[in-house]
Nanobody
């Protein structure tokens, strides 16, 4: 069994910063790509940022230059540093990871989500 547990969401004023964390635990052999998605009310879930096991990253155009994704492989943790936040960044943020379990099969996992609210 594998779990992704997010933390770090909250309420912040426009222009402020937040740092999200997501820790993977359980029957993990290795972790491939990890990422963050978000879903605003009435909208589809969208990719925010993704990072491979080797550290290559990609970002949604809307967050480039403001958000930074990173990971600590020793801690099985991915981070999302969010700066210069805008009201349109308000959403539930979900952690996602491709994890090779002890069975050596790769499965895709989601966290439970953490709310980020940016006030104007």
């Amino acid at each position: 069994q594998v779990q992704l547990v997010e933390s770090g969401g909250g309420l912040v004023q426009a222009g402020g910063s937040l740092r999200l964390s997501c820790a993977a635990s359980g029957s993990i052999f290795s972790i491939n790509a990890m990422g963050w998605y978000r879903q605003a009310p009435g909208k589809q879930r969208e990719l925010v940022a993704r990072i491979t096991s080797g550290g290559s990253t990609n970002y949604a155009d809307s967050v480039k230059g403001r958000f930074t994704i990173s990971r600590d492989n020793a801690k099985n943790t991915v981070y999302l540093q969010m700066n210069s936040l805008k009201p349109e960044d308000t959403a539930v943020y979900y952690c996602n990871a491709d994890i090779r379990t002890q069975t050596l099969r790769v499965w895709n996992y989601w966290g439970q989500g953490t709310q980020v609210t940016v006030s104007s």
